[in-house]
């Protein structure tokens, strides 16, 4: 007889992938539901500097480098092109009004001022021979109008006399007549003589007067030619500092060219380089401040240059009161440029997460320091120490503020 065989209670074999099938479906439901979806990275939290937002004060100032300047300083040009023989001072040394600071060679303007030389040696000459032979026309015209004169004088007196004569029929008509046309005669020539004498005297003067004036002319001219070659000697302008001398032995340089500076050094600015994205609140007389050797002076915007280069735009400062001691044309200053009021505001220390996240966002720490979130916020104004919060965080949050480079798109990140 067959035996009955039970079917055992319980569990079977077949039925575990079903059960475990559904119990993966009810975790994934769980983490639909519940669990968080952001992606996620693991950072140690030893590498990473967490800071603690405050409120406080925030001071609306940029720091910014700038390097000394004089205020005021001469260029030194060459007036005049030659060949440099000699530097008579060396770059930093000082120098007084009118010193030779270099010496330059020019032959042709020594020619030229030979050829000046002779030309008016020449022409003086010519003058003294011309005055010689005017006054010895002046002379010959005084004998001949002294001899004029005389026939006058003495055609005069025969006619009067035979005029009397010829009254009393004592003489012929003819002697009479020949006597009276010889005295009007010479009468008529000393007239001409004498209209030819006034003529003669005031050509004499407008030819004088010429060459005198040619003259002058070649005196001025050989003045300027020596002037010019007194030039090749380049003097400085005002009494100072050379600042540079950009000029060697054997060189030649041209008229007008540039050779050098002279620093006052009575005053000093500092020309410092700000970036573009103040261009709109820098200004002139903002305050500033310089702190050197534990003591603080007081600095003001001079001159606001208009153009932009390189993303920067040229600002001259200038010190409102004392200056520090032994300064020097080239020392780097470290600037603090007041660019409005100080308030009371939300502050992030500053950090390099700047530079990822262009202050939109920010990692914001966890109460219980184990993950950080990726939070937006909206940050204003910033200083060298602080970022300005807008909106986004209040007092007492902590957030990351290293660079966020290694975090890719990540919203989450783990603390370990």
């Known amino acids: 007889m067959d035996k009955i065989i039970e079917q055992k209670k319980g569990l079977k074999k077949k039925h575990i992938p079903y059960i475990a099938g559904g119990a993966f479906a009810l975790l994934f439901i769980g983490w639909l539901i519940f669990g968080n979806h952001s992606a996620t990275l693991r950072v140690e939290k030893d590498k990473i ?12 100032y940029i720091r910014i480098m700038g390097n000394v300047e004089p205020i005021m300083f001469f ?7 030659g060949r440099v023989v000699e530097k008579v001072v060396e ?7 009118g010193e030779i ?7 042709n303007l020594s020619m030229e001022i ?8 020449y022409q003086e000459n010519e003058l003294r021979n011309t005055l ?20 006058v004088t003495r055609n005069k007196r025969k006619y009067e006399q035979n005029k009397k004569l010829y009254e009393e029929d004592l003489i012929a008509k003819e002697d009479y007549l020949i006597a009276k046309e010889d005295y009007e005669t010479s009468v008529e020539n000393n007239r001409m003589l004498i209209e030819r004498q006034k003529q003669d005297s005031m050509y004499r003067e407008i030819q004088v007067e010429n060459m005198e004036e040619s003259l002058n002319n070649m005196r001025r001219n050989l003045k300027l030619v020596r002037e010019r070659y007194d030039n090749l000697n380049v003097k400085a302008p005002i009494s100072g500092q050379l600042g540079t001398l950009s000029v060697e032995i054997g060189q030649t340089v041209s008229s007008g060219m540039d050779i050098g500076k002279i620093n006052v050094l009575d005053n000093y600015k500092v020309v410092a380089q700000i970036d573009e994205h103040y261009i709109d609140r820098v200004r002139k007389d903002l305050a500033a401040s310089l702190e050197r050797q534990g003591t603080n002076y007081e600095m003001k915007v001079l001159k606001v240059y208009p153009d932009v280069k390189g993303g920067q735009f040229k600002t001259d400062l200038c010190f409102a009161k004392k200056m ?33 996240t262009g202050g939109q966002w920010i990692f914001v720490v966890s109460p219980d320091g184990t993950e950080a979130h990726r939070r937006p916020i909206k ?36 603390l370990k």
Not at 49 to 60: H, L, Q, S
Not at 114 to 121: N, Q, T, W, Y
């Open 75 to 81: 260029q030194l040009s060459a007036l005049e092109g």
């Open 49 to 60: 500097t967490i800071e603690a937002i405050k409120k406080g004060t925030f001071n609306d």
């Open 114 to 121: 030979l050829k000046s030389e002779a030309d008016l040696a």
């Open 379 to 414: 940050i204003g104004k910033q200083n060298p120490q602080y970022y300005q919060v807008i909106d986004g965080l209040e007092p007492g949050e902590k957030v990351i503020t290293s660079g966020y480079e290694m975090y890719g798109d990540n919203e989450r990140l783990i």
């Open 91 to 97: 770059e930093g040394a000082m120098v007084k009004k």
């Open 324 to 356: 520090p001691e032994n300064v020097r044309t080239g020392q780097t200053y470290h600037i603090n440029l007041q660019l409005g009021q100080s308030d009371e505001s939300v502050l992030i220390p500053r950090g390099a997460f700047y530079q990822s």
């Open 101 to 107: 600071i270099v010496r330059l060679e020019n032959p």
């Open 132 to 151: 010689l032979s005017m006054e010895k026309d002046k002379l010959t015209i005084r004998q001949d109008r002294l001899q004029s004169e005389l026939n």
